[in-house]
């Protein structure tokens, strides 16, 4: 399942930052969630609880920050962002294209000032750690 490899890799991000950093027991930690990576949060939040259990982030209260998705026209140079509703209102078929070709995401969206379809995502389909509140080491 993709999010446990994502809950994965936020742990070992988590523990990294920790360790350089001398950190103790985290806290608190905040991870942006690009809309276009399609994560199902509860799951996510699940994941982390139970594979976080004997690391550092063990108990750690996980703050989700939706980040709404940024496209850009290669044609007009226009930018705008994609709306929650509109990614959460895509079909199975259209999420599952997403899912399996990000690239699909060109023909979900198309321009809404010259109507092509020759886009890039500029953000929203990563996930990142972006804040993290951590007990001090004391040793
Ligand atoms: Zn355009």
Same mark, same amino acid.
């Given at each position: 399942?993709?999010?446990?490899?994502?809950?994965?890799?936020?742990?070992?991000?988590?523990?990294?930052?920790?360790?350089?950093?001398?950190?103790?027991?985290?806290?608190?930690?905040?991870?942006?969630?690009?809309?276009?990576?399609?994560?199902?949060?509860?799951?996510?939040?699940?994941?982390?609880?139970?594979?976080?259990?004997?690391?550092?982030?063990?108990?750690?209260?996980?703050?989700?920050?939706?980040? %709404?998705?940024?496209? #850009?026209?290669? /044609? +007009?140079?226009?930018?705008? $962002?994609?709306?929650? &509703?509109? !990614?959460? *209102?895509? @079909?199975?078929?259209?999420?599952?294209?997403?899912?399996?070709?990000? %690239?699909?995401?060109? #023909?979900?969206? /198309? +321009?809404?000032?010259?109507? $092509?379809?020759?886009? &890039?995502? !500029?953000? *929203?389909? @990563?996930?990142?750690?972006?804040?993290?509140?951590?007990?001090?080491?004391?040793?």
């Amino acid at each position: 399942m993709h999010e446990t490899s994502i809950a994965a890799g936020i742990i070992s991000i988590v523990e990294e930052a920790a360790s350089r950093e001398g950190l103790g027991n985290v806290l608190e930690v905040e991870v942006e969630v690009g809309l276009l990576s399609l994560v199902d949060l509860e799951s996510l939040r699940f994941a982390l609880e139970v594979m976080s259990q004997g690391t550092l982030l063990e108990g750690a209260k996980v703050i989700f920050r939706v980040v %709404e998705p940024m496209l #850009r026209c290669n /044609k +007009c140079k226009a930018e705008w $962002s994609v709306k929650r &509703e509109a !990614v959460e *209102g895509l @079909d199975e078929a259209s999420r599952l294209a997403l899912h399996l070709y990000p %690239e699909a995401v060109t #023909r979900l969206f /198309k +321009c809404p000032k010259c109507g $092509s379809m020759e886009t &890039e995502v !500029v953000k *929203g389909r @990563d996930i990142r750690v972006s804040r993290l509140r951590a007990e001090e080491k004391n040793s």
